[in-house]
């Protein structure tokens, strides 16, 4: 089960971090990744990272802004946002995959149930 918090209004510029807490003792065995999906939109791929973290890949609508992280001794995994902008508006979504890096979704087994983050300008 995959758990996400910490969305919320922030304004254009700023910065918000997102979790995702998974429950089990698998966690560490999964890639994971963040997807977004805006009114209207298709869902559409952020970023992922490797079970180690060692590998990371990211879309590039967010490259260079977004970092994603996980700490698998707190089953957590993280998406810091920097430089927001309006269009990054929308519910963030964790998935986990036992894939290495899968930017589809359909390669992702498990979804939390999303954290809506809504930038204003």
């Known amino acids: 089960q995959l758990q996400a918090s910490g969305g919320g209004l922030v304004q254009a510029g700023g910065s918000l971090r997102v979790s995702c807490v998974a429950s089990?003792?698998?966690?560490?065995?999964?890639?994971m990744g963040w997807f977004r999906q805006a009114p209207g939109k298709e869902r559409e791929f952020v970023a992922t990272i490797s079970w180690s973290g060692g590998s990371t890949y990211y879309a590039d609508s967010v490259k260079g802004r977004f970092t994603i992280s996980r700490d698998n001794a707190k089953n957590t995994l993280y998406l810091q946002m920097n430089s927001l902008k309006p269009e990054d508006t929308a519910v963030y979504y964790c998935?986990?995959?036992?894939?290495?890096?899968?930017?589809?979704?359909?390669?992702?087994?498990?979804w939390g149930q999303g954290t809506l983050v809504t930038v204003s300008s």
């Open positions: 998935a986990a995959s036992d894939r290495f890096t899968p930017i589809v979704y359909n390669e992702y087994i498990y």
């Open positions: 089990g003792r698998t966690f560490r065995s999964y890639a």
